[in-house]
């Protein structure tokens, strides 16, 4: 009976051992809430970038600047825009899982999350261009130095780990608390290594985009003010009075504009930079938890509270 | 890299832009610079091969062409020359681009 006991208190003690750690929670939930604010910033941010760039180009047409009127949304047409919604939401659905995945019985936030991460991740493989992943890969090659090798997109892989999750906690699980613990543990490292990858090349697109040096979305935005810069700086020779006021609107939605693309832009690229460094951090530790070392949880510390810093500054 | 080289003339040509004393001119170089902006666009949608001599050649152009928008800025007399030389770099870009 004595050695039963025993045996069944090793198993409970080892089960335990895999559970995650307080430091750990709290760093993957911050990690969770950083990806879900930026997620949903990104999402937000884009239609109004979006219908700037419309503003704009109405404003330049007008002014008979060199806008297509067939084109007055630029790059920001709906097919470019659905993929970086998608991919923006998909950010906020692994936040909002990884901050499930740490907080107490989620188990119901866990399944519901798991399903939109699915569903995005999906959906942004399917409407992603050629010309999106050749972005993905510059930026790769430009941040890491090495050649960026794409894998195809294997919906079976992710479905899998989806429908794993659907199964946490179960009956069994619940009556026996230690073991729902562990399976959370197992899963959370399932979940992150499962979606490391896809998540990077999500950042990697996205820092494309919000970069004024890249070929992405702000520096279509960018042109378009230029655009728009050019077709007022006729007003010096304007005679019109319908034709200065408008160029007068167009001043100062460019000057508005302005501000806002410069405090959006240089923030949101940074901060990405920073979710792919804590997001990596994180995947090797839950990897190979046994050989890290307490430099390990330091640096995923200090990743996040930068990551943390950047994205106060880009909510204010 | 092209982009740059583009980038960098624009806001020159702006500056120019801006000190043109005859409509003429400045209609001009407001066109000119219309014609930058297109081919910025361009770059940034399409793949242009950058290992290309033309590719070379013209980046080498807009780069030449810089020193004498410069010294349009301050001596508008010779604002004329330099917007036939500019002219003659952007069709360079285009055929490039075409």
Redesign the interface.
Known sequence: MTKRIFIITIIILSFYGCAITASQKKAVNQLGQASEILGTIISKELPILRKDTIEMNMISLELK??VHPHKLD??FNHKTLNARINAANALASYGKLLVAFVEGDQTEIIKKNSEELFANISEFNTKAST?DF?KISDKYTQLTGKPFVLKTFDTKVFLSVNQSIQGIGGIFQKAMLFYYHYKKAQYLKKIVNAYKDEINIICYLLMDDFSNNE?GLI??YQ?TM??L??SI??I??MKECCQRKTAVKGYYLLLENKNRMNSVSNSVELTLKGLIDANNTLARYLENRKASNIADIKYLTTKIKDLTESINIISK | MMIDQLDKTYEQLKILRDNANTEDAFEKIRSQMDKINEQRRIIIEKAIDGATEEYRNATNALEEARPMIESAIEDLSKIEDTIEKVAAVISQVENLLV
């Open positions: 600047g060199a630029s790059s010309a050749n070929k520096r279509d042109n230029d655009i810069e050019n700086s006729k010096r020779f």
